[in-house]
T-cell receptor
């Protein structure tokens, strides 16, 4: 069974500082990995996804993530935080189930990012 | 192009009542999924429908049911509402059931059970 662990339910950074949000996954087969962002009272917006092409994935709003199979990790980073990055971030995994394409996402618990002026 | 649309956006129901939530996928998308997001947690998978057939079901009781129509829109029904059903219900669409597809989410329906 697949699972996702996001280390740190809250992360606080200063504006202009590096953002690092951690995600580790458990999957019995090569997974597809996603990062979504959720602003208050809104749905989920895709930031980026990994689908077994390049291990370093670039997304929207300056975010990127690196797939590390040996560490079963897919951490999200951004070199310089902006106030508008304050939101909740979710890591998710999708995998083939029993040899059948499924498309179901399993989410982590989320990490709330706070950006201080 | 319109994204995933859901209705209603907010509703309040009493324990024991029934609720129907509606979703229209992105044009051309044939797969619709439903997720429940309780405050402070990540979304939990409820159902996936593709070409009007149920393709997956999460760990939810039989009080939860869904269907997909010929135009690929979908309804989620919840019977005998409990206080614990209070949550944001998210509908998502994708072109197919391929696991690498991008899944697009709607803004959600906020359900409060009192």
């Amino acid at each position: 069974a697949q699972s996702v662990t996001q280390l740190g339910s809250h992360v606080s950074v200063s504006e202009g500082a590096l953002v690092l949000l951690r995600c580790n996954y458990s999957s019995s087969v090569p997974p597809y990995l996603f990062w979504y962002v959720q602003y208050p009272n809104q749905g989920l917006q895709l930031l980026l996804k990994y689908t077994s092409a390049a291990t370093l994935v670039k997304g929207i709003n300056g975010f990127e993530a690196e797939f590390k199979k040996s560490e079963t990790s897919f951490h999200l980073t951004k070199p310089s935080a902006h106030m508008r990055d304050a939101a909740e971030y979710f890591c998710a995994v999708s995998e083939e189930a029993g040899g059948t394409s499924y498309g179901k996402l399993t989410f982590g618990q989320g990490t709330i990012l706070t950006v201080h002026p | 192009d319109a994204g995933v649309t859901q209705s209603p956006t907010h509703l309040i129901k009493t324990r024991g009542q029934h609720v129907t939530l509606r979703c229209s996928p992105i044009s051309g998308h044939k797969s619709v999924s439903w997720y429940q997001q309780v405050l402070g947690q990540g979304p939990q998978f409820i159902f996936q429908y593709y070409e009007k057939e149920e393709r997956g079901r999460g760990n939810f009781p039989d009080r939860f049911s869904a269907r997909q129509f010929p135009n690929y829109s979908s309804e989620l029904n919840v019977n005998a509402l409990l206080l614990g059903d209070s949550a944001l219900y998210l509908c998502a669409s994708s072109p197919s059931v391929f696991s690498g597809n991008t899944i697009y989410f709607g803004e959600g329906s906020w359900l409060t059970v009192v």
